[in-house]
DNA sequence: GCAATACTTGCATAATGGCGTCAGTACGCA
DNA sequence: TGCGTACTGACGCCATTATGCAAGTATTGC
């Protein structure tokens, strides 16, 4: 019983499942926000609003709408210092979730799985 | 000039702006598709829509739709055979894509980059 | 205090996306 | 040819979200 059915698989709570989190991810996956996080991560410096909103064609409120999101989704940091916001990348540990990513689905594959993709438990459970 | 403003560094065209893809990330956000295509994963080997929408409480043509979604993104692989299609995801592929975003986002960091934040291009080219 | 700057928030609108229902298509089998 | 299985597609409902505009809230400088 190579593997198992998808069913039995599911069950199994894996690193992956936590990691594959639907906040940070929606957050990336609006392009508008993906192009300021990329903005900000080329910068490579902490930027104010109307700094970075001077990239792109969308209104002012809409990207500090969006910069806001992101911190609350843990991409990026807010720094209030005075009347001006400081919005900063961190890619190192951006860079590591991706990696951490990357690993969690390798523990997954069935090359270098519980069983070498020969047997499971009768459960899934491996 | 540390870096460059936000709206220089915009205009730099980098290996992140490709491998952020949009589509890619939109159908990894949605929480009952990332369920999806860790049962997929876990399972590690090719699964009918069938097989698959027994993992999940949502309607059957609901994961039809989200199995086709994530293909369509290149998330999975379709196989048709006869009236199945075994939908199978690609583990190592898809490490390897968080594997060359952590990549790209570290070519990006200051201690890595161009210039070692000392000193950009006026144009912030790098 | 007053004006200017730097954001944030409320509101209305439009677009997007997820969902179930139900009908349709494609295939396998007797 | 008829029936059952395995999906897919069209449709409508509803919740969420992206956006611009306008008003509001700090904060700074004069």
Redo the contacts with the bound molecule.
């Keep these: 019983m190579p593997p198992s059915t998808p069913k039995q698989a599911s069950r199994r709570r894996v690193r992956l499942d936590r990691l594959l989190d639907p906040a940070l991810l ?1 957050a990336l996956a ?1 392009p ?2 993906a192009k300021l996080l990329s903005c900000l991560l080329k910068c490579g410096r902490p930027c ?4 970075v909103a001077a990239c792109c ?6 990207v ?6 992101m911190a609350r989704a843990g991409l990026l940091t ?1 720094d ?7 919005y900063s990348a961190d890619g190192e540990s951006l860079a590591a979730h991706f990696r951490d990513l990357a690993e969690a689905i390798d523990e997954l594959s069935p090359d270098e799985g519980c069983c070498g993709g020969t047997a499971c438990g009768s459960d899934g459970g491996c």
Excluded at 48 to 51: C, G, P
Excluded at 57 to 62: E, L, Q
Excluded at 80 to 86: A, D, E, L, M
């Design positions: 929606r609006e508008t926000r104010s609003v109307t700094e064609s969308v209104d002012f409120s809409t500090s709408r969006h910069l806001a999101t807010a209030k210092q005075g009347r001006t916001v400081w």
